[in-house]
């Protein structure tokens, strides 16, 4: 197979759709053993799964073995800007020939044969993994857990799961304990699993799970604990006290992320030093990101301007306990959103903390939400909504009429990637 570059190859693997998604583990069985099974051939494995939180706590444990010394892969979906984001091999984010050959040794073992794209390019991944030295993979779930595609590791180091709420019920479930035992999959046999804190009827499902597969548990709330106390994070479980600077990642839920990486770290005998780099050295774009410079900043030279990309209503409740922390200032949203998400779900929490909506569509994204009908939800919820061709107008009339607002980029990772490709 000749390769071109990573952008036709993917186009490639675009193409390769099934008709209809059918969530299991078949067709990823059937690549992986075409390409003599990569996945039996990888370094330890942290396997993470959950609602909301994963990347920032995988971001965090990323952050703490590297300080340590570890070199560490890692696996995380979807991408902002480029699809080299996703993958992470010894430290560094993947290249472009590194990319372009696991590609192309994919799709020619795949021989035409239908799959979805995540399917896909989880096989070439795991080829990366499997073939370049490292002491740990950090590989995060895309959805739910059991019939997901990384969900082929027999017996990883140790499994994480983050908070569990409604997303993706189409596909998981309708309830919060049909979704949490879709995340409990990941556990495998006397596999020891970190829990985030749970509503009641999650953590039973996961319990349950762990008890039939001998998985000891180490959960949020009964085995260790997480707060912030006078401008530190306070972290206890039965090794001890941490006392630690807050993380660096922006939020109040950034303290509980940091918990279970915390945890997850301590478990592997890691000392205060690995665990505060993780909270302290820890990036992770998209997610309450200030934007500092740019064009985007130079529109609007006096506002605050900030990037995130949660897009579920458990993601807006995060959002919103930001904003009641931050120092008062009118604050404004420009608002996309995927047409699988409840508009009015996600405004909710945030409805009483800000003074304007203003609605923008999601370039390239046929399954965007038309701004109309986000203005619509908007407006029944009592705020100020109006539509903006695209956030960079948005930004410019925010500040036009209050110069020193507050202006939140919020709803959707598509759109987030988007504004960072146009802020340079």
Not at 151 to 161: E, F, G, H, M, Y
Request: aromatic content about 4%.
């Amino acid at each position: 197979m000749t390769t071109t570059n990573s952008a036709a190859l993917l186009a490639q693997m675009t193409e390769l759709h099934p008709r209809e998604i059918d969530l299991s583990l078949d067709r990823t069985h059937r690549l992986l053993a075409a390409l003599g099974h990569p996945e039996q051939r990888l370094p330890p494995v942290i396997h993470i799964a959950g609602t909301n939180g994963k990347g920032s706590t995988l971001a965090m444990i990323r952050a703490g073995l590297e300080a340590a010394g570890l070199k560490v892969h890692s696996y995380s979906s979807p991408h902002l800007v480029r699809f080299h984001e996703r993958i992470r091999l010894a430290g560094a984010e993947i290249s472009e020939p590194a990319l372009c050959t696991l590609l192309a040794r994919t799709l020619e073992a795949n021989q035409g044969a239908s799959i979805t794209f995540f399917e896909a390019t989880t096989c070439a991944a795991f080829i990366g993994f499997a073939e370049t030295p490292a002491d740990a993979l950090l590989l995060e779930v895309g959805m739910g857990g059991r019939l997901d595609t990384t969900n082929v590791v027999d017996a990883p180091l140790l499994t994480i799961i983050t908070p569990v709420a409604l997303d993706h019920q189409a596909f998981l479930g309708s309830t919060i304990p049909e979704i949490a035992a879709e995340k409990a999959g990941i556990l495998k046999r006397g596999g020891p699993c970190i829990v985030g804190r749970q509503e009641e009827a999650a953590l039973e499902v996961i319990e349950a799970r762990a008890s039939r597969l001998g998985a000891p548990l180490l959960a949020h709330g009964q085995h260790w604990h997480v707060w912030e106390e006078r401008g530190r994070l306070v972290f206890q479980d039965e090794t001890g006290l941490l006392d630690l600077p807050l993380p660096r990642l922006v939020g109040p839920h950034q303290v509980e992320n940091a918990g279970m990486a915390l945890a997850a770290l301590r478990r592997l005998g890691h000392d205060e030093a690995t665990c505060e780099a993780a909270v302290t050295r820890a990036d992770w774009p998209g997610r309450m990101q200030r934007l500092t410079r740019g064009p985007l900043r130079e529109a609007a030279p006096d506002a605050e301007l900030w990037l995130d990309g949660g897009h579920n209503a458990h993601a807006a409740e995060a959002l919103a306990a930001t904003l009641r922390r931050a120092p008062t200032r009118p604050t404004h949203l420009i608002f996309a959103l995927m047409n699988t998400r409840d508009p009015a779900a996600f405004l909710a929490p945030l409805a009483p903390l800000v003074a304007s909506v203003t609605a923008v569509p999601i370039p390239d994204e046929p399954g965007a939400t038309a701004p109309a009908t986000l203005v619509e939800a908007a407006a029944a919820l009592g705020l100020t909504a109006t539509e903006a061709p695209d956030a960079a107008t948005a930004i410019r009339a925010i500040a036009a009429r209050e110069p020193r607002a507050r202006i939140l980029i919020c709803g959707s990772l598509y759109q987030a990637g988007w504004v960072l490709r146009e802020n340079g």
